[in-house]
């Protein structure tokens, strides 16, 4: 099955995309994360990413569109994969097409712009695996480290407040018009992302299921 999950900054892409992955066995696949380890990395590439990362604007699309070219035609995507954060844009989302990989579902998380705060200013992510955490709605066991790999888990920059307004404003501007492509497909399914994890993962894992 080859699944996107849609949303705000924060709307919770990244969490509930971790548990479709253990329930259904297949990867994740954020480009966010893989962004930030080039970023870390200091690679070419992510040279490149830092400022609009930073800056909280969106990568330019050949340059994200080529990094999930490479990462689906690896072999633990031959039995799908769900996408977190990618696409953002329209023509990330044709590009999808182009390389002709069929969609099943979109998920669009569903999540008012007056939450989103709260959520980034507590967002934890493990600067080893990536895995996400919230110090109040979904703290790990040990404070500042992370349950799966026991990385430590950190702030991103890119939750400051300032960054995080423009964000939204991106998002709302670039990556809400994709609800409306996918819906006239036939694929999205919208998600209420409002309450606690557990509550939303047993709505998404619905919404896939059904
Ligand atoms: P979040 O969903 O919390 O905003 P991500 O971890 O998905 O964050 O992405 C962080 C940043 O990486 C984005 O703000 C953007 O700059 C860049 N990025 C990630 N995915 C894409 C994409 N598909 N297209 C363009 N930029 C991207
Ligand atoms: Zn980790």
Same mark, same amino acid.
């Given at each position: 099955?080859?699944?996107?999950? #849609? ?7 990244? *969490? ?7 329930? #259904? ?5 954020? *480009? ?6 080039? /970023?870390?990395?200091? *690679? ?13 604007? #969106? ?5 994200? @569109?080529? @990094?999930?070219? =490479? ?5 633990? +995507?031959?039995?799908?994969?769900? $996408? ?13 097409? %182009? ?8 998920? &669009? ?16 992510? +493990?600067?080893? +695996?990536?895995? &996400? ?8 066991? %040990?404070?500042?480290? +992370? ?15 300032? %960054? /995080?307004?423009?964000?939204?404003? %991106? ?23 409002? =309450?606690? /994890?557990?509550?939303?993962?047993? $709505? /998404? #894992? ?5």
């Amino acid at each position: 099955m080859n699944l996107i999950l #849609l949303g705000a900054p924060g709307a919770g892409k990244g *969490t509930q995309a971790e548990v479709i992955s253990d329930k #259904l066995g297949i990867p994740q696949i954020s *480009t966010g994360n893989i962004l930030r380890e080039a /970023v870390k990395n200091g *690679t070419d590439m992510g040279v490149k990413a830092k400022g609009f990362m930073e800056s909280g604007a #969106l990568v330019p699309d050949e340059v994200v @569109i080529g @990094i999930l070219k =490479d990462r689906i035609a690896e072999d633990d +995507c031959k039995n799908g994969f769900i $996408l977190d954060g990618f696409p953002r844009t329209v023509p990330q989302a044709e590009a999808l097409e %182009t390389m002709g990989v069929n969609i099943d579902k979109v998920i &669009s998380l569903e999540v008012a712009d007056e939450t989103i705060q709260g959520r980034l200013s507590g967002r934890r992510v +493990c600067e080893k +695996c990536g895995a &996400s955490y919230h110090v109040e709605f979904n703290p790990p066991k %040990t404070e500042g480290i +992370c349950d799966k790999c026991g990385g430590n888990a950190v702030q991103r920059k890119d939750d400051a407040p300032e %960054t /995080v307004i423009e964000r939204l404003r %991106t998002y709302h501007e670039q990556t809400a018009p994709l609800a409306d492509f996918y819906d006239k497909k036939g694929k999205l399914v919208k998600v209420q992302g409002q =309450d606690e /994890v557990k509550a939303t993962s047993e $709505l /998404v #894992l619905k919404a896939v299921n059904a």
